[in-house]
């Protein structure tokens, strides 16, 4: 599969890249385990919106640079420069907010590639994806209350969606690190597969997703975004209106016609 470089540079704190129909995201500083500074969020975002307006993506993976880690948490050292007042902050947050808001938002499939440390902030990253694939050497915490962090209600409403209650509790309130097995059986994680298989694993099932029909997965995507808002907040015309253009699609006929003709439907999103 042919592989497009579209970042300015590979020393770009973020890596954007195609991979055929698959657009990947790639957070750009190995040497400190990809923690997360300014120009990263903003970078990151920017990169999800481009791939949101690209007809030819139709599915987002992110993932970390190198082999050490997704994201662990935020770069300290940029806090001097970055957060050292309270505008500072407000942009900084603003970023933060924008970034998670953006990729929550997509209505294309998104896939978190998680290659070791996924901590705090970078953990609020994957539990932005819809799908999250983790090798065996991953390691999972929230240490917001080793260092007298305040956790937004947003965000332990978000990981109370996925692991519920009980789990949440633990997570914060011991700011422990949790292994890859853990993780699973919290379900924070899709599947957990052996370091050496996670490209085997997660580039085939990003394929998969992007040669199906890409209306029929933008209508699923339509309810899981109405979902993970309060229920009073649901805005349930969206994913009518997506059910509703499936139907009315050249797709429809086209899986229709290949199924019964026996071959590989070739799905343009028409």
Known sequence: MAIEDISPAADQPVIIEKRGMVGVVTFNNPAKHNAMSLDMWVGAREAIATFSDDDDIRCVVLTGAGDKAFVAGADISKFEKERSSVDHIEVYNQAVSDFHDTVQGLTKPTIGRINGYCIGGGLAIALDCDIRIASDDSRFAVPAAKLGIGYAFDGVRRLY??????????????????????????????????????????????????????????????????????????????????????????????????????????????
């Open 161 to 270: 969606d996925i692991v519920g209650p009980q789990f949440v509790a633990e997570i914060f309130y011991t700011a422990r690190q949790f292994d890859a097995e853990e993780a699973r059986i919290m379900g924070l994680v899709n599947r957990v597969v052996p370091k050496a298989e996670l490209d085997d694993v997660v580039w085939p099932l990003a394929e998969r997703i992007a040669g199906n029909a890409p209306l029929s997965v933008q209508a699923v995507k339509a309810s899981l975004i109405e979902l993970a808002k309060p229920q009073g907040d649901w805005d349930l015309s969206k994913p009518d209106v997506a059910v509703r253009k499936c139907f009315g699609s050249t797709d429809y006929k086209e899986g229709r016609t290949a199924f019964m003709e026996k071959r590989k439907p070739n799905f343009t999103g028409n």
